[in-house]
């Protein structure tokens, strides 16, 4: 018995307890969060749902090999609906909860609510499931990852496709249907501008 009345057996335990929940404190301090935010339950979730398991077999996958440098990752879904005050209200718990080193946004408009705050107080590294061309200027958006070729560079693409691959001595023609949207404007003034450069008339431009 010792002279707080704790025997050594006890003391002992206690001790091992600490040192348990010890390491397990510096090892959940030493995983990589990351949030992502997509849609689950809501018009996009035929998409939605599919990169939520990329995601998640990814995460499996990498931290079955060790993690990233040793690093396991911990993986944090929200369903937003498609909705940017819910994809906000999500990240906005998460932010308040933990600590994520890389967050994924489900939309342009996701990512435009959350970049000023981002850029001025977090500055945590992000991507998204959006291409908005505007997403391209470094300048304004300095801590997002655009993981493909912008709208505008896509129109530009497929207009030197047809440019190079017309038969005919006519110059070639373009007609442009889109929709009244920002996903659906992006790239469209873009698309002009080129099919201008390279002499390809355009007889129609609709929403």
């Known amino acids: 018995m ?7 057996r006890s003391a002992l335990a206690a001790l091992g307890t600490a040192m348990t929940v010890g390491v397990r404190t510096a090892h959940a301090a030493d995983e990589l969060v990351w949030s992502i935010h997509v849609d689950i339950t809501g018009p996009a979730s035929y998409s939605g749902g599919q990169q939520a398991s990329g995601f998640k077999d990814y995460v ?25 005050a819910v994809a906000i209200a999500g990240l906005k718990k998460v932010l308040a909860e933990t600590k994520p080193v890389f967050i994924s946004g489900d939309s342009t408009a996701m990512v435009q609510a959350f970049t000023p705050e981002n850029n001025a107080t977090y500055k945590i590294l992000m991507t998204s499931g959006s291409l908005a061309t505007e997403f391209d200027d470094t300048a304004k958006f300095p801590y997002h990852f655009i993981a493909g070729s912008p709208y505008g560079t896509q129109m530009e693409l497929l207009l030197r ?5 017309h038969k005919g001595s006519a110059a070639p023609t373009l007609a442009i249907i889109h929709s ?22 355009v007889k129609l431009v609709q929403q």
Not at 70 to 81: A, C, F, P
């Open 2 to 8: 010792t002279s707080n009345g704790l025997t050594r």
């Open 161 to 165: 496709h047809i440019k190079q691959s």
């Open 60 to 84: 499996e996958w990498i931290n079955s090999k060790g993690g990233i440098r040793g690093r396991n990752v911990k993986l944090l879904v929200s369903d937003t609906t498609f909705q940017p």
């Open 180 to 201: 009244n949207i920002p996903l659906g404007r992006d790239g469209i003034d873009k698309a002009q501008e080129v099919a201008q450069k390279l002499g390809i008339e």
